[in-house]
């Protein structure tokens, strides 16, 4: 295992619904499906409250999209009552999948390119 940035392994995309903000986490071509399974058996609601502890209190969705190389999470009521509405800093959460990628986590090693690594 390696601690490094999850963005080392997935990108991600993410933006609002009303209150609530959608975060989409894939493994991009060219990686081993491996690296998918462990996407899929990572990501739980816990995991997205552990590192993003600014969700602790709400309710998250997790829906797993295999075939997309990816899972879909939906953090209800991070926006409040919506953009219009919002003193958030990023109020329409399109900056939430990059804070996500930017969150140090333990990759296997053998997922990872082999500088990822060296780093």
């Known amino acids: 295992m390696?601690?490094?940035?999850?963005?080392d392994?997935?990108?991600a995309r993410s933006g609002d619904?009303?209150?609530d903000a959608n975060i989409g986490l894939w493994i991009p071509a060219g990686r081993p499906d491996a690296a998918v399974d462990w996407l899929?058996?990572?990501?739980?609601?816990?995991?997205?409250?552990t590192l993003l502890p600014e969700t602790?209190?709400?309710?998250?969705?997790?829906?797993?999209?295999p075939n997309l190389r990816g899972?879909?999470?939906?953090v209800h009521g991070i926006l409040g009552a919506g953009?219009?509405?919002g003193v958030r800093f990023d109020p329409q959460a399109k900056a939430l999948g990059e804070w996500l990628r930017s969150?140090?986590?333990?990759?296997?090693?053998?997922?990872?390119?082999p500088e990822a690594v060296q780093r």
Request: charged letters at 25%.
């Open 2 to 7: 390696t601690r490094r940035p999850l963005g």
């Open 9 to 11: 392994l997935v990108y």
């Open 17 to 19: 619904k009303g209150g």
């Open 40 to 49: 899929l058996e990572t990501v739980t609601a816990d995991w997205v409250r």
């Open 56 to 65: 602790a209190e709400l309710e998250i969705d997790i829906v797993a999209l």
């Open 71 to 74: 899972v879909n999470i939906v």
């Open 83 to 85: 953009v219009a509405e």
């Open 103 to 113: 969150r140090y986590v333990d990759l296997p090693d053998h997922l990872l390119a």
